[in-house]
T-cell receptor
Framework: AQSVTQLGSHVSVSEGALVLLRCNYS??????LFWYVQYPNQGLQLLLK??????LVKGINGFEAEFKKSETSFHLTKPSAHMSDAAEYFC?????????????FGKGITLSVRP | NAGVTQTPKFRILKIGQSMTLQCTQD?????MYWYRQDPGMGLKLIYY???????DKGEVPNGYNVSRSTTEDFPLRLELAAPSQTSVYFC????????????FGPGTRLLVL
């Protein structure tokens, strides 16, 4: 079975600083990897996803993530944080193992941005 | 195009009461999902459906029931509500392929007292 580990529950950065949110996965077959963002009192929306094409994936709002098979990682980065980036971020993994497609989520990381 | 809609947005239940959380999608997706979100725990899959008339259990199905009579609708039924079911519930839909995005509704916040 696949799994996702997001170490830490909270990251705080200053506005304009680098954002780095870590995600490691475990899967016995090639994975598809996703980052979702959840703004306060809203549902989840897709930030970006890796689907076995380019290993460096660009998403919305200036975020990007790099798939590193050797490190089983899919860390999310943004060069310069903005106040509007404050939200909860979830890494998720999906694999192709037959007819049913299910996402397995990490526990999430809350990003705070200081003025 | 509304995407995935959920009703109600918020509900308070007394222990032992029952209720149905509604979910509707207008993207003609075959796959639909119900998750619960608890603080610090991420999202846990309750039930999912791969098409009308076909449902299956997820990771945490106890205390819940589902049905899928149409492609669009996937209601979640809580029987005999318990405080442990206090949570935020999200419905999602997708085409079903592992690489495809799941689209989420805005959620239903449920408090059981």
């Amino acid at each position: 079975a696949q799994s996702v580990t997001q170490l830490g529950s909270h990251v705080s950065v200053s506005e304009g600083a680098l954002v780095l949110l870590r995600c490691n996965y475990s899967s016995s077959v090639p994975p598809y990897l996703f980052w979702y963002v959840q703004y306060p009192n809203q549902g989840l929306q897709l930030l970006l996803k890796y689907t076995s094409a380019a290993t460096l994936v660009k998403g919305i709002n200036g975020f990007e993530a790099e798939f590193k098979k050797s490190e089983t990682s899919f860390h999310l980065t943004k060069p310069s944080a903005h106040m509007s980036d404050a939200a909860e971020y979830f890494c998720a993994v999906s694999v192709s193992t037959g007819a049913n497609s299910k996402l397995t989520f990490g526990k999430g990381i809350t990003l705070s941005v200081r003025p | 195009n509304a995407g995935v809609t959920q009703t109600p947005k918020f509900r308070i239940l007394k222990i032992g009461q029952s209720m149905t959380l509604q979910c509707t999608q207008d993207m003609n997706h075959n796959y639909m999902y119900w998750y619960r979100q608890d603080p610090g725990m991420g999202l846990k899959l309750i039930y999912y459906s791969v098409g009308a008339g076909i449902t299956d259990k997820g990771e945490v199905p106890n205390g819940y029931n589902v049905s899928r009579s149409t492609t669009e609708d996937f209601p979640l039924r809580l029987e005999l509500a318990a405080p442990s079911q206090t949570s935020v519930y999200f419905c999602a839909s997708s085409s079903g392929l592992p690489r495809e995005t799941q689209y989420f509704g805005p959620g239903t916040r449920l408090l059981v007292l």
